[in-house]
């Protein structure tokens, strides 16, 4: 009869996974970036998996082994874009937090590469339920989640009251700034515009 410590020593150990079996990480970020790369030179539509691993410098097996298809990777990438890490201001008030997250966000929006992407998806969007709702979680998750700490905080200073109906502050929050930069797309925002808006929509949370 084969005792438990025999079994043990006669059992095959299994092996560790080769280093080839590792998906390198430098690898995974060479293809997000030339994702974003080939989404502003061509568009979702024409934009291969083929011309996403020559831009990133690997093979296409280097892609599929990350993501199953253009859809999923394209996914992965939007998605990530929700947790890109706006910071959360804290200048000591609501006005000042607010001018200070549109400062930031205004320039995110206005680059080159994020001002020809968003459109683009925003049209696959209307065809595809798939980066719809990857790009209303995107939307959502990045704006809202700094959006929602700052009037925690403004709550906590007494500056806005505890009963503020959340979701219509967050229209007012980030509402505007997204139809100019996005909707609108002006190329340049009129002088003075970011502390206008701050004032304005500080005042119209107030009065909520």
Known sequence: ???????????????????AAVLREDVTEAIRAAVFEELAAVGYARMSIEGIARRAGVGKTAVYRRWRSKLHLVLDVVSALAVLGLPVPDTGSLEGDLRLLY??????LRHPVASQIIPDLQAEAARNPDIAEAMQKTLREGQEGVASKIIEAAQRRGELAESIDDDL???????????????????????????????????ALKAL
């Open 103 to 108: 400062e930031v966000t205004s320039r995110a």
């Open 169 to 203: 502050a967050m229209d007012l929050i980030s509402g505007p700034l997204y139809w100019r930069s996005v909707v609108i797309r002006t190329p340049k925002l009129p002088k003075g515009y970011l502390a206008a808006l701050a004032h304005g929509t500080t005042e």
């Open 1 to 19: 009869m084969t005792t438990n410590a025999e079994e043990s020593q006669t059992r095959p150990r299994r092996r560790a996974p080769a280093g």
